[in-house]
C-alpha cells in the first residue's frame, strides 16, 4: 500500500451527498442523478464507483469486484482501506458488486439474491458506464415512475438483460442495480420492468 | 383525530435549568468529579458499562454524573450515545483463560490448581458501616504483598478438570457459525444461545438476579454449583480489513462465572454435568452468577426439560430483560395521553349510562 | 446486505517478523497513555512529514467471547475504539486502533507503527519504549503480587480420633 489514493475529504458530508443520490436514483428508476465524486481510485475503478463504495460498504458489506477490477492493483486495498469492507471471491457474499467493464457478462445467478423472509439480503450490482441519458432509449416502468422513463446506458451494460430476465423470475428476490457514468447515476431497483418499445 | 398542542416550551427550559441545579447540589459542596466517579465508584460505573453494553469507563461516569446517579438514565444516555459513533468491526473472542487474575475462586474444587484468591471481594467482610470513611479518615494500608510464584497465569479452567473425566457436556466450538447480533437484528424467537447471552450480558442486574433466585426457589431447579467465577483484564484483538492481522486494541475487565449443573441425561445423552455461562465488563459477580444461572436454565428446550418456569420462558426472559425498554414503556405513560383519555372518559359514561338503562333499580336509588 | 457476521478466524499469516514486531509495539501504545507516547516521540525526534491517510475517529468495536469461554463466540457488548493512519515521507503506513477515546494518543501510536517499519527507525523505536515496556511490567507484577497475597492457604486440622 504505497500510494494509498484519498478518500472522500469530508467523510460525513460526501457520504450523505452520494446516499441522498443513490436513495433517490432509486427511488426514481432511470431518472439520472447528478453525483459528484472528488475521489481519484485506482483506475480502472471510476470516481463514481469508489463514490458509492465508500459511501454504502461497511465492515458489515462485503465487496465483489468484477475481473477488471480484481485483477486491478491497488483496487481491493484502496476499498479495504477506506471501508473496511472484506473484498470477497465468492459473489453470494456480496452485499455490493463493482462493475468497471460493462461489456463484460455476470454471473447473476451467483450473487446474493435475497430470502423470502429477507429479499433485502441480496447483492447490490454497482455497473459503471461511459454515459446516461433520459432521452430516447429503453422505457421503463413500476413503482417510482408516474407513467414511463426513458434511459439510454452507453454501453448497454451486457449482464443487464440476464438480471431484467432474473428479476422477473424470482421476485421479491432479486438484484438492485446502480449505473454510474461520469458525473450522474442511475437507479434500476428489481421492481423497475422494460416495455418492449422505444 | 390527533391534536398537537403547543407550549410548555418556557416551562420545559426552566425545568432543565432547575434539574442543573438541583444536579450541582450545595454550591459550598466541592463537585463532584468525573474522575472521582470513576476511581470511587467503581462498581456502579462497572454496572453502567455492562447494562449500557458500552467498554468506556469515562463516559459511564460521566453519564452517572449527568444522571444524578439515576442507574437507568445513566445507561440511556450511553446508549444513545453508542448510536453515534460508527461501528470498526467485530472483535476476536476474547481468550478467558489469559486473563490476568485479580479474584478466581472455585465452590466446587478446594485445592484447584492456581489455588482460590480473594481478590479485592465484600465476601468475609462484617457489613459494619465504616464511619472512618465519613469522617475523612486516614488513607488505606498499603495492599499485603506476596511471592506471586510459577502459579500466576496458569490458571486452568475448572471446567476442563471436569472435561478431562468426561463428566461435562463438551462446549462446542464451531466456528464457521454466524454470530448473532441483537443490535444488528431485532431478537426473534426462538432465540440462539449466542443472542441469549447478548440479551443477558446487558440484562438489568436487578431483573436477572431475581430470575436467577427464583430457580434457586424451586421456579425450574437446575442444581447449580459455581464451578468457577474470575475477575481480571483480558487483551481484546481486532482484525481491520486494511491491516490484516489481529491488532492488539488493548484490556478489558470483565467477570466470568462458570456454572456446572446436575443433569439427569436424556435418551440421547448420559447422566453429566451441563453449563451456564456469564461473562460481564467490570467486576460485576452478581451479575455474572446471575446470568449464568438464567442462561443455564433457558437451555431447557436444547437440553429436552420441561419449560415451565418463568426463568426457563425465553420469550418472557429477553422481552423483559433489558431495563432501557423497560423504562421507556414504562415512563411513556406519563407523556401526555389527553386525547386517549377522553375517549375512555366518553366509553365509560356511555358504558354507565347503559348499566343505567339496563338496571335502573340501584343507581338511581342512589341518585336519590 | 448480504449477512456477513463470519465469526471465522483471521487467515493463517505467514510468520512474519515484522508483524510480530508490529503487534508489539501496538500493544504497548494501547496499553501506555499520551504522555508514555510523547516521550517516546521525543526522545526519537523524528522530524520527517506526517500524512494523514485518515483523521483520527472513535468508533465502536463489539466485543465477543466465548460460552463456557472456550465455545462457540457471542457479542457481549461494544466498546469505544479510536483509530488513526498516517504514511510517513519515506512511504511506511501506519495504523493504530486502540480502545478510548484518545485521538491524539491514536495518532501518535500510527506514526510509531509507520516507524517501527522504518530500517532506519524501527529499532530506535523499539528502544525509545523500553521505558514504558519497564514501567508497565512493574505496575503488573505489583498487582500480581497484591493479589497474590489473597490466596488462601488451607490448613488441614487432625483430629487425635484414630489413635
Same mark, same amino acid.
Given at each position: 500500500?504505497?500510494?494509498l489514493?484519498?478518500?472522500f ?11 441522498h443520490?443513490?436513495m ?6 432511470g ?5 459528484t465524486?472528488?475521489?481519484e481510485?485506482?483506475?480502472p ?13 461497511d465492515h458489515e458489506?462485503?465487496?465483489?469486484l ?5 485483477a486491478?492493483?491497488?483496487?481491493a486495498?484502496?476499498?479495504?482501506f ?16 463493482l ?6 457478462? @455476470?454471473?447473476v445467478?451467483?450473487? =446474493?439474491l &435475497? ?5 433485502? +439480503? %441480496? #447483492?447490490?450490482? $454497482? ?18 415512475i ?15 438483460a440476464d ?6 423470475a424470482?421476485?421479491?428476490?432479486? @438484484?438492485?442495480?446502480?449505473?454510474? =457514468?461520469? &458525473?450522474?447515476?442511475?437507479g434500476l431497483? +428489481? %421492481? #423497475?420492468?422494460? $416495455?418492449?418499445?422505444? | ?6 407550549g ?5 427550559d426552566n ?5 442543573a ?12 468529579s468525573?474522575?472521582?466517579v470513576?476511581e ?17 469507563r469515562?463516559?459511564?461516569a460521566l ?16 446508549r ?20 490476568e ?9 478446594k485445592?484447584?490448581p492456581?489455588?482460590?484468591?480473594l ?10 458501616l465504616?464511619f472512618?470513611l465519613?469522617?475523612?479518615g ?12 510459577a ?11 471436569l472435561?478431562?473425566?468426561g ?8 466456528d464457521?457459525?454466524?454470530v ?20 443477558l ?7 436477572i ?17 459455581v464451578s ?15 491491516i ?8 478489558l ?6 456454572m456446572?449443573?446436575?443433569?439427569k441425561?436424556s435418551a440421547a445423552?448420559p447422566?453429566?454435568?451441563?453449563r ?12 455474572a ?11 431447557a ?9 418463568p426463568?426457563q ?24 395521553h389527553?386525547?386517549?383519555f377522553q ?11 347503559e348499566?343505567?338503562?339496563?338496571h ?7 341518585a336519590? | 446486505?448480504?449477512p ?18 508490529r503487534?508489539?509495539v ?5 496499553d501506555?497513555?499520551?504522555?508514555d ?37 457471542f457479542?457481549?457488548g461494544e466498546a469505544?475504539v ?7 515521507q ?5 495504523f ?19 516507524l ?12 525509545a519504549m ?6 508497565l ?5 505489583t498487582?500480581e503480587?497484591r ?17
Open positions: 500500500m504505497t500510494a489514493a484519498h478518500g475529504g469530508d467523510p460525513v458530508t460526501d457520504a450523505q451527498q452520494v446516499f443520490a443513490a433517490n436514483a432509486l427511488a426514481r428508476p431518472r439520472p442523478q447528478p453525483l465524486s472528488g475521489l481510485p485506482p483506475r475503478m471510476t470516481p463514481e464507483l469508489a463514490a458509492i463504495a465508500l459511501a454504502l460498504a458489506a462485503p465487496i465483489w468484477d475481473p477488471a477490477l480484481a486491478a492493483s491497488g483496487a486495498d484502496f476499498l479495504r477506506h471501508t473496511g469492507a472484506a473484498v470477497v471471491a465468492d459473489p453470494g457474499r456480496a452485499a455490493f458488486a462493475i468497471a467493464d460493462p461489456g463484460m457478462p @455476470l454471473p445467478e451467483q450473487f =446474493a &435475497g430470502t423470502a423472509e429477507f429479499p433485502d +439480503r %441480496s #447483492t447490490t450490482l $454497482v455497473i459503471a458506464v461511459e454515459d446516461l441519458s433520459d432521452t430516447n432509449g429503453w422505457v421503463l416502468r413500476g413503482p417510482g408516474a407513467d414511463r422513463q426513458s434511459l439510454l446506458a452507453a454501453p448497454w451494460p451486457h449482464a443487464l438480471i431484467v430476465r432474473l428479476n422477473s424470482v421476485f421479491p428476490r432479486g @438484484l438492485d442495480v446502480l449505473l454510474a =457514468a461520469p &458525473g450522474r447515476i442511475v431497483p +428489481r %421492481s #423497475t420492468r422494460f $416495455v418492449e418499445e422505444i | 383525530m390527533y391534536v398537537a398542542v403547543k410548555g416550551e418556557a416551562a420545559i425545568a432543565h435549568r432547575l434539574l441545579h438541583e444536579r450541582r447540589g450545595d454550591p459550598s459542596v466541592p463537585e463532584l468525573v474522575t472521582q470513576s470511587q465508584l467503581g462498581l456502579l460505573v462497572d454496572r453502567v458499562m455492562t447494562e449500557g453494553s458500552l467498554y468506556d469515562a463516559l459511564a453519564a452517572l454524573k449527568q444522571a444524578r446517579g439515576d442507574l437507568i438514565e445513566a445507561v440511556f444516555l450511553v444513545a450515545f453508542r448510536t453515534t459513533l460508527p461501528r470498526f468491526g467485530y472483535s476476536q473472542p476474547v481468550d478467558t483463560a489469559r486473563m487474575i485479580r479474584r478466581r475462586i472455585s465452590a466446587t474444587y485445592d484447584l492456581g489455588g482460590q484468591v481478590g479485592p471481594t465484600f465476601d468475609y467482610t462484617h457489613r459494619l465504616d472512618m465519613e469522617a475523612n486516614e488513607p488505606p494500608q498499603p495492599p499485603a504483598e506476596a511471592d506471586a510464584g502459579a500466576e497465569g496458569d490458571m486452568p479452567r475448572v471446567t476442563d478438570l472435561d478431562a473425566e463428566l461435562i457436556e463438551p462446549s462446542s466450538a464451531s464457521c457459525d454466524t448473532g447480533d441483537l443490535t444488528r437484528e431485532p431478537l426473534t424467537f426462538p432465540a440462539d444461545r449466542d443472542l441469549r447471552l447478548q440479551a450480558a446487558r440484562g438489568d442486574e436487578g431483573f438476579l431475581a430470575l436467577g433466585y427464583s430457580t434457586q426457589r424451586g421456579y425450574g431447579r437446575t442444581h447449580p454449583f468457577e467465577v474470575r475477575v481480571g483484564e483480558v487483551a481484546v484483538e481486532l482484525v481491520p480489513e486494511e490484516g492481522f489481529a491488532v492488539p486494541l488493548g484490556r475487565t470483565v467477570t466470568e462465572c462458570q456446572v449443573n446436575q443433569f441425561g445423552t447422566p453429566q454435568f451441563t451456564g455461562y456469564g461473562l460481564v465488563f467490570g467486576q460485576s459477580e452478581r451479575k452468577m446471575a446470568m449464568s444461572l438464567v442462561d443455564r436454565s433457558l437451555r428446550r436444547e437440553l429436552g426439560e420441561d419449560a415451565v418456569a426463568a420462558d425465553e420469550e418472557f426472559v429477553l422481552s423483559h430483560a433489558d431495563n432501557l425498554q423497560a423504562t421507556g414503556f414504562v415512563e411513556h405513560l406519563k407523556l401526555p389527553y386525547v386517549d375517549a375512555e372518559l366518553d366509553l365509560v359514561r356511555r358504558m354507565r349510562a348499566h343505567e338503562a339496563n335502573p333499580y340501584p343507581l338511581s336509588e342512589a336519590e | 446486505m448480504a456477513s457476521q463470519s465469526a471465522s478466524p483471521p487467515p493463517e499469516l505467514p510468520r512474519d517478523p515484522m508483524v510480530a514486531r503487534q508489539a501496538m500493544a504497548l501504545c494501547a501506555g497513555t499520551l504522555d507516547l510523547e516521550a517516546v516521540m521525543d526522545a526519537l525526534a523524528y522530524e520527517g512529514a506526517v500524512e494523514d491517510l485518515r483523521r483520527p475517529e472513535t468508533g465502536l468495536v463489539m466485543v465477543r467471547g466465548r460460552m463456557g469461554g472456550d465455545g462457540n463466540p457479542n457481549f469505544t479510536t483509530r488513526a493512519a498516517v504514511r510517513l519515506s512511504g511506511e503506513t501506519g493504530a486502533y486502540q480502545l478510548g477515546r484518545d485521538v491524539k494518543k491514536a495518532r501518535l501510536a500510527a506514526i510509531l507503527d509507520a517501527v517499519q522504518n530500517p532506519r527507525y524501527g529499532r530506535e523505536v523499539e528502544r523500553d521505558p514504558l515496556r519497564t514501567r511490567a512493574g505496575e503488573r507484577s498487582r503480587r493479589t497474590a497475597a489473597t490466596r488462601v492457604n488451607f490448613f488441614t486440622m487432625v483430629r487425635g480420633e484414630d489413635q
